[in-house]
């Protein structure tokens, strides 16, 4: 499987961003998507993951009622929402998929808030 990111960016606080994650080769073996992130000298984190059969979704505490994580199966994408956000979201977003053959995942996207 191969992902590839867009969007991202800066953004003041308050604001919001959207991240977008397509995936494409074996997409049939997935079973679940979604986001990490990595601050500066932090480990990475999981954000938000949408599962493929029945679209159940998990967020971190951090983001819950802020971020909202969405599927196209039709395309293969999963979206990120972002709002209201803050500068500890700043990081880099990395999009995973996880299937029978393991885990892939995409190049990363910063995003970065501004105080």
């Known amino acids: 499987v191969q992902l590839v990111e867009s969007g991202g960016g800066l953004v003041q606080a308050g604001g919001s961003l959207r991240l977008s994650c397509a995936a494409s080769g074996s997409t049939f073996s997935i079973n679940a998507m979604g986001w990490y992130r990595q601050a500066p000298g932090k480990q990475r984190e999981l954000v938000a993951a949408i599962r493929s059969g029945g679209g159940s979704t998990n967020y971190a505490d951090s983001v819950k009622g802020r971020f909202t994580i969405s599927r196209d199966n039709a395309k293969n994408t999963i979206t990120l929402q972002m709002n209201s956000l803050k500068p500890e979201d700043t990081a880099v977003y990395y999009c995973?998929?996880?299937?029978?053959?393991?885990?892939?995942w995409g190049q990363g996207t910063q995003v970065t808030v501004s105080s």
């Open positions: 995973y998929s996880g299937s029978t053959s393991g885990l892939s």
